[in-house]
């Protein structure tokens, strides 16, 4: 079992639709928590970062981390066909792990006008 | 954040041969990562290289093979030698800034090999 599972995809909504990426994982030590959105032939570029459990929003983005279940999710709202891109949720123990990121397999999100 | 380059962005290269990539940062940095993302595949850190110490490089991953050079807090390099068409991957790297745990990317490098 990989330490972060993530639906590879591909998910397919029309323009405007409310979009939910999840990604659970098994690791308890994870404390810090991001989504990062990789456009294709580019770097990942980060889009939300929250720590322990709660809820972050900015903008149309809303990143939500439930620690007790383990899972946390990244909704977009108003989706545009500019939100097309690979979406990748990342995991951290923080500095006491050498600030290491574990990352989910991605899930590719495409946006139909 | 930071403001991150590579080079080259892309190369075509020869079985057998190596290739030198560049990561400069626009602001000084302790901490560096080169990842390897591999065609349709996540990130895989390679190895964590901090100034003043020798780079640490995860399972499966030897110095070897991908040689480091840290000399400063804005430059780094990753060194892929002797390479086989598994070797065709995009490189990135990657730094933590400030108090912040987590990680700003570079555009990455694609490497294609014959």
């Known amino acids: 079992q990989k330490e972060v599972e993530q639906d590879p995809g591909p998910l397919s909504v029309p323009e405007g639709a409310i979009v939910s990426l999840n990604c659970t994982y098994s690791?308890?030590?994870?404390?810090?928590f991001m989504w990062y959105r990789q456009y294709s032939r580019k770097g990942p570029e980060l889009l939300m970062y929250?720590?322990?459990?709660g809820n972050k929003e900015d903008g149309r983005f809303t990143a939500q981390v439930d620690k007790s279940s383990k899972y946390i999710s990244l909704f977009i709202r108003d989706s545009q066909p500019s939100d097309s891109a690979t979406y990748l949720c990342?995991?951290?123990?923080?500095?006491?792990?050498?600030?290491?990121?574990?990352f989910g397999g991605g899930t590719r999100l495409m946006v139909k006008p | 954040s930071a403001v991150i380059s590579q080079k080259p962005s892309r190369d075509i290269c020869q079985r057998g041969t190596s290739m030198t990539i560049q990561c400069q940062v626009d602001?000084?940095?302790?901490?560096m990562f080169w990842y390897r993302q591999q065609p349709g595949q996540s990130l895989t850190l390679i190895a964590t290289?901090?100034?003043?110490?020798?780079?640490?490089?995860e399972s499966g991953f030897v110095i070897d093979k991908f040689p480091i050079s840290r000399p400063n807090l804005t430059f780094s390099t990753l060194t892929v030698s002797n390479m086989s068409p598994e070797d065709s991957s995009i490189y990135l790297c990657?730094?933590?800034?400030?108090?912040?745990?987590?990680?700003?990317f570079g555009p990455g490098t694609r490497l294609t090999v014959l």
């Open positions: 929250t720590y322990s459990s």
């Open positions: 990342a995991m951290s123990a923080g500095s006491n792990a050498g600030n290491m990121l574990t």
């Open positions: 602001s000084q940095v302790t901490m």
């Open positions: 690791n308890s030590a994870f404390q810090y």
């Open positions: 290289a901090n100034q003043g110490s020798e780079a640490t490089y």
């Open positions: 990657s730094v933590a800034t400030g108090g912040a745990d987590t990680q700003y």
